[in-house]
């Protein structure tokens, strides 16, 4: 039987190249690492204890807040999720109000569902000019807090997965003019703060919990992540508490060395790790700038290591772009929406690489056209694909770009599983659901934003969203059954 260990060996020795994360792309030689089974240990003397750290652990940690300016930092080897919920469950208790962010990851609706928070949601804006969700305002922040009394933290994501970079520092001034935290899940934005090219990072800005994923756009391993603190708003000792409770007791050796070692590049290599990733990172996107038909995408405030490539003037999806970048390129990238492309960039990256991206899209863009398309066109047979194939079009798609659904809470989050004892259920397609409570999640991962959160009336606007992404081949995760979703029942 082949292992998993067997298929990842011969995986990294193949020609694929990743424009995905971990940020490290597979260039462990950056750090100097041997392999983990070498280094692989647990608290034996010498070597500190996470969860009581007075040591080399107590040391890193302090560095590592040092170096991202931050009163006080914890290494995470569960995620950025494991500091989410708690940060969200530290600094709350139970049944108070939270302000979210409706583009929020999965752990912030977990965190809210644990400790039976009540959620008032903030849309992101929308712009038709770009096909994602836009940032959130320092204005829209400052009005929920007046209409709603009693809010104890603001929850943010900034930048959203797809690049979105929100005023922090204004979002923080509103939040603090009310006493309340405000915690920012900054996980794909670990790089900001060491490169003019991109933004200061969220505890420059004054935000009271940040949480990064080092792995997402540095080089660190898979799993690693960090929480900062600041300020005297945040229970401290809460957080911690429940840090120790919902991480692993035998934390990796492994994965807090990558976390150290990353660290350390960032903290006396960082002008030769960005100067060369920007300047690389700079020309790939002058020159995406001049694709035709295939077009990048940003906001006004954007992390520029997000490269969202759409599709929507070629007559393409967004996944099968990705299909022909994976299948004919042999290039990996993040992800695949409705329609576009997203690749991650990181300072792991090589010229080799980025020209390979470079030269796809280009011949990609070069075989489409902007009117009536034909239903294929020809491929050069490069990369791999050999002469005479062709990439089929899907001319018949409207390429109307579905956000994220206004909610209507009707019920708690955390009332629905009791609910569900003395209420009947059913399991429903998305357009006979539309008017009954959901009494489950739906969501797209990536990114893990919910479309749906159990306790939300679901809309003819949330099921038609639904049924878009579910035609046009993608799997909403959440749900028990295939194009359905379970809902409450009266009885």
Request: glycine fraction near 8%.
């Given at each position: 039987?082949?292992?998993?260990?067997?298929?990842?060996?011969?995986?990294?020795?193949?020609?694929?190249?990743?424009?995905?994360?971990?940020?490290?792309?597979?260039?462990?030689n950056m750090m100097g690492a041997a392999a983990p089974y070498e280094i692989d240990i647990t608290e034996i003397d010498g070597f500190d204890d996470l969860h009581h750290a007075d040591g080399i652990l107590e040391e890193a940690q302090a560095r590592a807040a040092r170096v991202y300016h931050a009163d006080e930092t914890?290494?995470?080897?569960?995620?950025?999720?494991?500091?989410?919920?708690?940060?969200?469950?530290?600094?709350?208790?139970?049944?108070?109000?939270?302000?979210?962010?409706?583009?929020?990851?999965?752990?912030?609706?977990?965190?809210?569902?644990?400790?039976?928070?009540?959620?008032?949601?903030?849309?992101?804006?929308?712009?038709?000019?770009?096909?994602?969700?836009?940032?959130?305002?320092?204005?829209?922040?400052?009005?929920?807090?007046?209409?709603?009394?009693?809010?104890?933290?603001?929850?943010?994501?900034?930048?959203?997965?797809?690049?979105?970079?929100?005023?922090?520092?204004?979002?923080?001034?509103?939040?603090?003019?009310?006493?309340?935290?405000?915690?920012?899940?900054?996980?794909?934005?670990?790089?900001?703060?060491?490169?003019?090219?991109?933004?200061?990072?969220?505890?420059?800005?004054?935000?009271?919990?940040?949480?990064?994923?080092?792995?997402?756009?540095?080089?660190?391993?898979?799993?690693?992540?960090?929480?900062?603190?600041?300020?005297?708003?945040?229970?401290?000792?809460?957080?911690?508490?429940?840090?120790?409770?919902?991480?692993?007791?035998?934390?990796?050796?492994?994965?807090?060395?990558?976390?150290?070692?990353?660290?350390?590049?960032?903290?006396?290599?960082?002008?030769?790790?960005?100067?060369?990733?920007?300047?690389?990172?700079?020309?790939?996107?002058?020159?995406?700038?001049?694709?035709?038909?295939?077009?990048?995408?940003?906001t006004a405030c954007y992390d520029c290591s997000k490269l969202v490539v759409s599709s929507g003037d070629t007559g393409l999806t967004g996944r099968e772009l990705y299909r022909i970048l994976l299948e004919r390129y042999h290039l990996q990238l993040e992800m695949a929406a409705g329609t576009y492309v997203l690749a991650?960039?990181?300072?792991?990256?090589?010229?080799?690489?980025?020209?390979?991206?470079?030269?796809?899209?280009?011949?990609?863009?070069?075989?489409?056209?902007?009117?009536?398309?034909?239903?294929?066109?020809?491929?050069?047979?490069?990369?791999?694909?050999?002469?005479?194939?062709?990439?089929?079009?899907?001319?018949?798609?409207?390429?109307?770009?579905?956000?994220?659904?206004?909610?209507?809470?009707?019920?708690?989050?955390?009332?629905?599983?009791?609910?569900?004892?003395?209420?009947?259920?059913?399991?429903?397609?998305?357009?006979?659901?539309?008017?009954?409570?959901?009494?489950?999640?739906?969501?797209?991962?990536?990114?893990?934003?919910?479309?749906?959160?159990?306790?939300?009336?679901?809309?003819?606007?949330?099921?038609?969203?639904?049924?878009?992404?579910?035609?046009?081949?993608?799997?909403?995760?959440?749900?028990?059954?295939?194009?359905?979703?379970?809902?409450?029942?009266?009885g």
């Open positions: 039987m082949c292992t998993l260990y067997d298929r990842l060996i011969e995986y990294s020795s193949s020609d694929y190249y990743g424009f995905h994360m971990p940020g490290h792309k597979r260039q462990m914890h290494f995470l080897i569960n995620g950025s999720s494991v500091g989410i919920l708690s940060a969200v469950i530290g600094v709350t208790n139970r049944g108070d109000t939270v302000l979210v962010a409706r583009n929020c990851h999965k752990s912030v609706y977990h965190a809210i569902e644990m400790n039976g928070l009540n959620p008032v949601y903030l849309s992101p804006g929308v712009n038709p000019s770009v096909q994602f969700n836009t940032e959130v305002s320092a204005k829209d922040v400052r009005r929920a807090l007046e209409r709603v009394p009693g809010i104890r933290a603001v929850i943010i994501v900034s930048p959203t997965y797809d690049g979105v970079v929100s005023d922090v520092e204004a979002i923080s001034e509103a939040v603090h003019e009310k006493g309340i935290p405000l915690i920012v899940d900054e996980a794909h934005g670990a790089h900001f703060g060491f490169h003019p090219y991109f933004p200061e990072n969220s505890n420059q800005a004054g935000a009271d919990i940040v949480i990064h994923s080092l792995h997402k756009t540095l080089p660190s391993l898979t799993q690693t992540a960090l929480l900062h603190m600041n300020g005297g708003l945040v229970r401290r000792e809460k957080v911690r508490r429940y840090l120790h409770m919902l991480q692993s007791s035998s934390p990796s050796y492994v994965l807090m060395a990558s976390i150290d070692s990353c660290v350390d590049l960032l903290e006396n290599q960082r002008e030769e790790l960005f100067d060369s990733y920007t300047e690389r990172l700079e020309k790939l996107r002058t020159r995406l700038a001049g694709l035709r038909r295939l077009r990048l995408e940003e991650m960039t990181s300072v792991g990256d090589t010229d080799e690489g980025m020209e390979r991206l470079m030269t796809a899209l280009e011949e990609i863009d070069s075989m489409t056209g902007t009117a009536a398309l034909s239903d294929q066109m020809p491929y050069s047979g490069k990369c791999g694909a050999a002469d005479g194939e062709t990439i089929r079009q899907n001319s018949g798609l409207i390429y109307d770009i579905p956000c994220l659904p206004r909610p209507d809470v009707v019920y708690n989050s955390f009332d629905i599983e009791e609910m569900k004892k003395s209420w009947q259920t059913a399991v429903l397609p998305w357009q006979d659901s539309v008017g009954r409570v959901a009494a489950e999640y739906a969501y797209l991962y990536p990114p893990g934003k919910p479309l749906i959160v159990p306790g939300e009336r679901v809309s003819q606007e949330a099921a038609d969203v639904l049924q878009w992404y579910y035609e046009i081949g993608f799997s909403v995760e959440g749900i028990k059954r295939e194009g359905c979703i379970e809902v409450l029942m009266h």
